[in-house]
């Protein structure tokens, strides 16, 4: 029993952080619209804040 929980215990901790993402590396979506255009199809329009941008802004203050 107390290998099983070391090994489960080593399994966890040796996860990391294999599939992260840098925050200016994607887009966070603050709001999406969708109307209904011409002929039957939808319009989507999405909102997104540009990361990069807004960290140079908070540099600059």
Do not use: H, Y
Request: proline share 2%; glycine share 6%.
């Amino acid at each position: 029993m107390r290998k099983w929980l070391s090994v489960c215990s080593i399994l966890l901790l040796l996860t990391g952080c294999w599939d992260k993402v840098e925050l200016n590396e994607i887009s966070i979506v603050t709001g999406i619209a969708i109307e209904k255009g011409e002929k039957g199809k939808f319009l989507v329009t999405v909102e997104t804040i540009n990361a990069p941008q807004l960290s140079a802004e908070q540099r600059k203050k």
